[in-house]
């Protein structure tokens, strides 16, 4: 309660790029002696969804939500980690952590990233690194209740299976949830006929991973779409659940739930995947594409 009640405190109007409909607020969360910050950008209109951008080197994804909901109305949610993927931040004494912002969502999760990121180190197990990371947990979640975010609508660029410096998501496509993937080993895809459903012609980097059956209905055939395993879904491989990597999309697992992942650097296509969702959150099945 105290991080929530700060942030309250601490909310401040840093500016308006267009008069009553457009507001932007920053939410600083201090990690150790690191601040970051989670910035809420508004826009008035028709639709009024929310959209989470986690990975601040994802530019492509902040410019395409950015866009849409200049045009369509919404709120952006987007973390400032000083512009890379990994946020970093530094201990009162020193120590120097790393962390992937996707993956602090759930302790298990937590835990496995932070002995990943900071070989040799056990920060896995250090309490005090433990309860920093958390802070800022609670901040996205907090932020995801106060704008009232359902579904949460994570926006994500990935990059060609040769041009990623990350091992963890090297080639990440619709691909890696087909039979023999890495998704499918890990068992994160629902066992279902026609899962995933895959567009002849469409770049296996564009898609989208859902949890809802109808999302996955309405947007099969458009585009290429995975539904993910629920927890306990008997369908999975061994009867597991997605394997708990602390991202929000495991988290998230039993709500609604949506993942776009663009290609980097391909603002129209994931603007038209974006334009193309408001129909499918107003319940309309898209065309396929022929
Ligand atoms: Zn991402």
């Known amino acids: 309660m105290a991080i929530l009640s700060l942030s309250i405190f601490s909310d401040r109007i840093v500016g308006q790029t267009m008069p009553t409909t457009h507001l932007i607020k920053e939410y600083p969360v201090?990690?150790?002696?690191?601040?970051?910050?989670l910035r809420v950008t508004r826009a008035q209109g028709r639709s009024a969804h929310c959209f989470l951008i986690i990975h601040d080197d994802e530019n492509t994804a902040?410019?395409?939500t950015r866009e849409h909901i200049q045009s369509a109305g919404g709120t952006m949610i987007e973390l400032d980690s000083g512009g890379r993927r990994h946020l970093v931040f530094t201990m009162a004494d020193g120590q120097t952590v790393t962390v992937d912002p996707n993956r602090l969502?759930?302790?298990?999760g937590l835990r496995r990233d932070l002995q990943r990121q900071n070989p040799g180190r056990s920060y896995g197990d250090d309490p005090a690194i433990l309860r920093e990371v958390k802070k800022l947990r609670r901040q996205v979640l907090t932020l995801l209740k106060t704008y009232r975010c359902n579904p949460v609508i994570a926006a994500h660029n990935n990059q060609d299976e040769h041009a990623v410096d990350s091992p963890e998501e090297r080639g990440f496509s619709i691909l890696s949830y087909a039979e023999g993937g890495r998704e499918v080993k890990l068992g994160n895809t629902r066992r279902r006929p026609g899962n995933p459903s895959r567009v002849v012609g469409e770049d296996p980097d564009n898609f989208f991973i859902v949890t809802n059956p109808r999302d996955f209905e309405r947007l099969r055939g458009r585009y290429n779409v995975v539904l993910q395993t629920r927890r306990n879904?008997?369908?999975a491989p061994g009867g597991r659940g997605p394997d708990d990597d602390g991202s929000l999309s495991v988290m998230l697992?039993?709500?609604r739930y949506i993942n776009l992942e663009v290609q980097s650097g391909d603002k129209e296509k994931q603007k038209a995947m974006l334009a193309d969702l408001e129909r499918v959150l107003r319940g309309k099945k898209l065309q396929k594409q022929h």
Do not use: I, M, P, W
């Open 253 to 255: 697992k039993t709500k």
């Open 233 to 235: 879904d008997s369908t």
């Open 62 to 64: 902040t410019e395409a």
């Open 105 to 108: 969502f759930t302790d298990a």
């Open 30 to 37: 201090t990690l150790g002696q690191t601040t970051v910050r």
